[in-house]
């Protein structure tokens, strides 16, 4: 596996819960990601930290909340939730400003709001 | 705004036989890399293969090759001597060179069977 982990694996949760996605990388790396997969659709970017400041924002709704502590961390708060939010959330992490600023992805954390 | 198409949803391939997914995308820019990235059932995504845009020759690992077409777009990936690990969702991606941690565009995803 690749030195990028994600927790928890799966969260369930309501609509009026707040919770929190955490994940780490261990591979030295200063830019990290979010993504969310969607059945039948693309991956989609949501969020872009490099060096611990956000550099793109797409367009995600704002009971998404990021937070980049440092550039080994990186966490996805979640509030007031929609059901359409329910998704597999990739964290992915690189080495800004390298040869070729490969992205190595955790395995993901399956939520479902209910 | 760049784009990736995967047309094949599904492919099956037999055991120790080739296979050729497609990957087509369209960009108005001209210094980008191309990458295939595999996901098995419940498994974390893993980089298969990538491409810089400037090499002309087409990269290869073991058994996985693409071919690489710029003018036309095109970026496909064979796999021979298919195994049952290789049963996986594989997924097209590009990314800018133009811009550090920029983001990957990805396709919708080939689902690839292999089968004995």
């Known amino acids: 596996e690749t030195g990028v982990t994600q927790t928890p694996r799966h969260l369930v949760m309501g609509m009026t819960n707040k919770k929190s996605l955490k994940c780490e990388q261990h591979?030295?790396?200063?830019?990290m990601y979010w993504y969310k997969q969607s059945a039948k659709k693309p991956l989609e970017l949501m969020f872009v930290y490099n060096f611990k400041e956000q550099t793109e924002n797409n367009s995600v709704p704002s009971r998404f909340s990021p937070e980049c502590p440092n550039s080994s961390h990186l966490f996805l708060h979640l509030h007031t939730l929609q059901p359409e939010d329910s998704a597999l959330y990739l964290c992915a992490s690189s080495h800004s400003g390298g040869a070729v600023d490969e992205q190595f992805f955790g395995p993901g954390t399956r939520l479902t709001v209910l | 705004a760049q784009t990736v198409t995967q047309s094949q949803p599904e492919m099956s391939v037999q055991e120790a036989e080739t296979v050729t997914l497609s990957c087509t995308y369209d960009?108005?820019?001209?210094?980008?890399?191309l990458f295939w990235y595999k996901q098995p059932p419940s498994r974390q995504m893993i980089l298969v293969i990538r491409?810089?845009?400037?090499?002309?020759q087409n990269a290869t690992e073991n058994r996985f090759s693409v071919n690489f077409q710029k003018a036309a777009k095109s970026f496909s990936l064979k796999i021979s001597d298919s195994q049952l690990g290789d049963a996986a969702m594989y997924f097209c991606a590009y990314r800018s060179a133009t811009v550090a941690a920029s983001k990957l565009t990805f396709g919708t995803g080939t689902r690839l069977q292999v089968t004995l």
């Open positions: 491409q810089e845009a400037y090499k002309q």
């Open positions: 960009t108005s820019e001209s210094d980008y890399y």
């Open positions: 591979l030295g790396h200063n830019a």
